[in-house]
């Protein structure tokens, strides 16, 4: 096992359980995965693909990180071809009276962090993360947001951006700041910034 910096991003599909619970299998099971995919494919930066989970998949990214910008600009890419692909689903299944649905229960929110010491453990062909900060990056999932749809940056991450790049983003974004508590890590302080739904 190696332990590295890693950029660990997790593109989450907010809405999931009562999609789930209120569409009948036959659709649920071709409209989640076909929007996955289309997560994978919007992958500009060269992340890595560790696991895909039932609503979200987890990505990272060892060695330099991209700019702040650029970070950013992919997150956004993530959300409009997220939107995209909804559009296309509500489309090509509105015969089904749960199509309508798609658009009205779904959506997309994105954590960002960054781990110093991230193991990556090779298990049979995948890369499995291991460390405390795989377990951070999914307990920010779990905060207590009003909003269902939104880029998440752990300050962890922002503290390895230089002052200029985070004023740009202040002055281009409404960023809000807020925390999570969690068992046997503490205190995490995260920034984040809301997305519209398209």
């Keep these: 096992m190696t332990a590295q910096p890693t950029l660990l991003c997790i593109p989450d599909i907010s809405g999931f359980t009562q999609f789930m619970r209120e569409i009948d299998f036959e659709l649920s099971s071709k409209v989640i995965p076909a929007l996955l995919n289309q997560i994978i494919y919007s992958n500009e930066i060269g992340l890595k693909i560790s696991e895909i989970e039932g609503d979200a998949v987890l990505f990272y990214r060892s060695g330099n990180l991209p700019t702040l910008k650029t970070l950013i600009d992919q997150c956004h890419y993530f959300h409009t071809e997220f939107y995209k692909r909804m559009a296309q689903l509500r489309k090509k299944h509105n015969g089904h009276e749960g199509a309508n649905k798609i658009p009205e229960l779904l959506g997309l929110k994105i954590i960002l962090h960054f781990g110093e010491e991230v193991g990556l453990v090779p298990i049979g062909k995948n890369i499995k993360l291991m460390g405390e900060d795989v377990i951070a990056v999914h307990r920010l999932l779990k905060n207590n947001l009003a909003t269902d749809e939104y880029i998440l940056l752990s300050h962890s991450l ?41």
């Design 158 to 198: 922002l503290s390895r951006y230089e002052a200029p790049e985070i004023e740009s983003l202040k002055a281009a974004y409404d960023i809000q700041s807020d925390y999570i508590d969690v068992d046997h890590l503490g205190k995490i302080n995260f920034s984040y910034l809301g997305l519209k739904p398209i």
